[in-house]
């Protein structure tokens, strides 16, 4: 595709559900990275990708928290037990080279809501 | 802990004005400096990124960074409408990590 995508873009669940979130990067960028935004701050980061492993995932907030990307393309975060805190957009990004020396082009992000 | 620290704003500008954007950060280590526009309820999109000391133009943006200072910004000149969003400043340290440190944004208004 010409751009980052994400699926779903608005995600409504209930506390204590299972949800999974959809980033598809730019065809041939190797790195993927995940972050998740609340209303007036900035991009938080949580996780990154370099090919098929994660090459840093200090910012995952907890254990509740997960992400793969098997086949080193598409990315899933996934997020047991939702919290209401949980609520932000998520947001993927990925870019050709390793970070800090590429642009990173973001996704649309998922809207997540926990009620 | 590396901070990134911007006001929030906001900045309110009259078209055709200069809009002057800044960014400090903590970690005195930090190597590459960028500039994000977000426009209310879109993503990220980057505007220009900068590593060395002094200034970057790139038609009416010009970024600056004192390293010295720990300091960047952002100006616009010739501000228009459509300029108003929020500007985001993100900073990769040093210390073998270089994923951005966002700050939490400035947001711009440009008034007609």
């Known amino acids: 595709g010409a751009g980052v995508s994400q699926t779903p873009s608005n995600k409504v669940t209930e506390k204590g559900k299972y949800v999974e979130l959809r980033c598809d990067p730019i065809?041939?960028?190797?790195?993927l990275y995940w972050y998740r935004q609340s209303l007036g701050q900035g991009p938080e980061f949580l996780i990154y990708f370099q090919g098929t492993g994660a090459a840093d995932d200090s910012g995952l907030p907890n254990d509740r928290f997960f992400a793969v990307r098997p086949e080193g393309s598409v990315s899933t975060l996934k997020i047991q037990r939702t919290e209401r805190g949980d609520s932000a957009v998520y947001l993927c990004a990925s870019s050709l080279f390793p970070p800090g020396t590429d642009t990173q082009y973001f996704g649309p992000g998922t809207r997540l809501t926990v009620l | 802990q590396k901070e990134v620290e911007q006001n929030s704003g906001p900045l309110s500008v009259p078209e055709g004005a200069i809009a002057s954007l800044n960014c400090t950060y903590s970690?005195?280590?930090?190597?590459?400096f960028f500039w994000y526009r977000q426009y209310s309820g879109k993503s990220p999109e980057l505007i220009m990124f900068?590593?060395?000391?002094g200034d970057k133009e790139d038609g009416r943006f010009t970024a600056q960074l004192n390293k010295a200072s720990q300091y960047v910004s952002l100006l616009i000149r010739d501000s228009q409408p459509s300029d108003s969003a929020t500007y985001l400043c993100a900073v990769c340290g040093s210390g073998g990590s270089y994923i951005p440190t966002f700050g939490r944004g400035t947001s711009l208004i440009v008034h007609p």
């Open positions: 900068i590593y060395s000391n």
């Open positions: 970690d005195r280590g930090s190597q590459s």
């Open positions: 065809s041939g960028h190797t790195a």
